[in-house]
């Protein structure tokens, strides 16, 4: 046996750095022991996280925040399986993610042995591609296969599962090999000319915008694209940043808590041309009055999404980055239609006015995104507290706002903002947390501290699961069941304990004053705000409705249409 | 509705699981299943597929198998993209 040759581990290690990775996060246990035994004094940065799950939740929020692929590692069997939630949440978002799991030796695979799982085939749903390697020679190009997969096309996360005895063995060959180059697929041009002109004999266009356009890197190209036309925008929530919310032109998220207008617009539009999205249940509502009156025109890099649930009448299929800057319809006078969704944009605005002397989280939050401006980066939670930052966050950048939309995992948040205030440490991260979601993972705070990782969070707690009581009061007769957190642990004494600074606002007009402390604190900091448990999300499509059905805030909180 | 899929697979582990689980997951009955080898890499899959329910795509099922890693559709549904491709072309 020599020692010149490298082991199935050493090329994970190499591979990783080959490849440009700064930092992961990772788990060590029993199975993956070769490769941690490799990582030690690799000079490749690990961050050790106190839940698999973190790691996951990290790594993803790393590549959102970035643009390049997040890198995750954990043992084999409960290891894995604690990845699981944040390589299903990374599917959902399309965010390239590449896992790398130790698994029980070959000669035990199959066998039940101790800490096996079959992470291959309990993933299959969820990833977009994985390998279980059982040639060590083959480690560095999977590995480079991995990260291709993972960014090319319409991203997603890609597991490389790596059998201990693999990781262990020693190798002759060790190389990368040759990539295929990735071209993203150019789209037709002919199809972008029928779009165009669709676009220029509507008479109410209306542009539907998702998490795609970031995700291409075609942000530029879609704001040129809006300043070139004049045609009027509504986001999906992964779409929130792509365009800036001072945009006069920009109505808000569309949806179950989108806006109003966003709303209204979709409603009347005889033209919807969807960028980067897929016409989610919860951006649609009720999918067969969805833009009743209007045709289609859908821009995506999967030809999977196309017609899914909705119809096109023109389908462009590609690069965005190539498509929208060929997109050039002549606009005829659009002054009507504009000034129709101006007015409703001004007329159904937000309040900030709230009665009373509690905490308007509301208000909280957009004085937040203010403050921290232009380097507001958020990562959110979810429930009652991420559909607000979304509702009320000015953004002025893409890549700012970071929140689990297609999965919707509690317990994101945390893990999140470490994630994305690694990767771009002179950006104000904030993690916006609820009671419920926050204790998900709120063992991360070990990590905060012994990275002294200067993450903000703003912890809006109202003793209950609040998303899941607003249905319950609106459509399950008031019947509680299960949401009650009042017995919650002093959440500032816990930040203390983790050694992360801490104070607490129950008042109104302590809110200015405690933002300019969060912003300004050097290290991890926690803001524990108290705020009231009746509050709810408004405006708000019930399920099953259609989205100009919209809920209120109003004294009798009947529902009306517009 | 029944419909053929006829597809190349690539003899690597896992590959027939992500097609058969995949046709599942996505609202279709398996309801005939036939797989012959080609050469010492691939296999020829010929799968038939029945929607659960009226509201299943075929097309949108044959678009999101190409989606998979280590396969190749040789026969199946034609897809509307292509059609509208087709139509504009035309």
Known sequence: MSTNKPTGAQLVISTLKALGVDVLFGYPGGAIMPIYDALAGSGLRHILVRHEQGASFAADAYARATGRVGVCMATSGPGATNLVTGIANAYMDSVPMVCITGQVGTSLLGTDGFQEVDLIGMTLPIVKHSWLVRDPAQIPSVIARAFAIAKEGRPGPVIVDIPKDVAASFVEVSDMGELPAYVPPAPDMKAIAAAASMIENAKKPLFYIGGGVHMAEADQELRDLVARTGIPVVSTLKGIGTISTYEDLYLGMLGMHGTRAANIAVNEADLLIAIGARFDDRATGKLSAFAPNAKIVHFDIDPAEINKTRRADVAVIGDLKIALPALNPKIGDLSEWVKFNKDNKWQHRFKYDAPGKGIYAPALLKSLSEKAGEKFIVACDVGQHQMWVAQHCEFTQNRAHLTSGGSGAMGYGLPAGMGAKLALPDHHVVTVSGDGSFMMNIQEMATLRRYGIPLKIVLLDNSSLGLVRQWQELFYEENYSEIDLSDNPDFVEVAKAFGISAFRITLRHEVEGAIDRLLAADGPTLLHVLIDPRENVWPLVPPGASNTEMMEERWDESIDSY | ?90
Do not use: N
């Open chain 2, 1 to 90: 509705m029944s419909q053929l899929i006829r597809i190349e697979i690539d003899r690597l582990e896992g590959t027939l699981l992500r097609v058969l689980g995949l046709i599942e997951r996505r609202g279709f009955h398996i309801d005939g299943l036939e797989l012959t080898g080609i050469d010492e890499d691939t296999r020829l899959a010929t799968i038939t597929v029945r929607p659960r329910d009226e509201k299943r795509s075929i097309d949108t099922l044959g678009l999101q198998i190409d989606r998979l890693y280590g396969i190749k559709r040789l026969k199946g549904p034609k897809t509307a993209a292509a059609e509208d491709q087709q139509k504009i072309s035309a």
